[in-house]
């Protein structure tokens, strides 16, 4: 009888040791939870981001300011800056993205004029200017990443219709004004949106 005790002892063991080791296998193939995308996060990312560039922005405006207003309207295609602070709360996730990215991507294409308008004519912000187109592109890749995390629509905006090469230094600094004028404002209202959408996300996950 003991010995018939001790075998079951023994195969119940066994079994179980059996068990034990086949138990990484099977957690293995079971897999991994999905997280989902932190989207607050993310919009957080482009908040600061927009900052950082807005930042540079009024830099390169205080370092060649003039005295009077540069001649405006030489960019025919820019942006038009005429979003109110009351529309901001109603704004949407996927078309506000949308919209953002292509007004983006157009002062990228004007930035690269300025970039090339200011090679030829050597001038002296083209440094920073360098440094703020890759600030450019980096948010631009930021927000194409969350476009994607939220399936929003990309919009190829048109080819925008650029002035003629400025002739003169002092036209370069002029267009730069103007330009650096209009990406402020955008800088301002991206900034702002970023930080209520993620506000509105905050708020979204906790109901």
């Given amino acids: 009888m003991k010995v018939d005790n001790l075998l079951v002892d023994s195969s ?3 079994l179980l040791s059996l068990l034990l080791a086949q138990l990484p296998l099977f957690t293995s193939a079971v897999p991994a939870p999905y997280r989902r995308p932190n989207v607050v996060h993310e919009l957080d990312r482009l908040a600061n981001q927009t900052k950082n560039l807005r930042q540079i922005t009024a830099d390169l405006l205080k370092e060649h300011a003039f005295e009077t ?12 800056m005429n979003n109110r602070a009351s529309d901001i709360n109603s704004l ?5 993205l949308s919209q ?18 200011s090679r030829k004519h050597h001038h002296p912000a083209l440094p920073k200017l360098g440094q703020m187109m890759s600030l450019i592109k980096s948010l631009t890749s930021m927000l194409e990443h969350q476009m994607m995390r939220v ?7 048109p080819s925008p219709s650029m002035p003629p090469p400025p002739p003169s230094q002092f036209d370069v600094l ?3 004004q103007e330009l650096l004028l209009q ?13 209520v959408l993620s506000t509105k996300s905050k708020m979204s996950a906790v109901q």
């Fill in 174 to 176: 002029q267009s730069s």
């Fill in 100 to 117: 953002l990215h292509a007004d983006l991507k157009s002062f990228e294409h004007h930035f690269a004029w300025l970039s090339r308008a």
């Fill in 92 to 96: 949407e996730m996927r078309p506000t």
């Fill in 183 to 195: 990406f402020r404002l955008f800088c301002d209202w991206a900034q702002r949106v970023f930080s």
């Fill in 69 to 80: 207003d540069p001649e405006q309207h030489r960019f025919k295609s820019l942006p038009l």
């Fill in 151 to 157: 399936d929003a629509q990309r919009v190829s905006p």
């Fill in 12 to 14: 119940s063991s066994l």
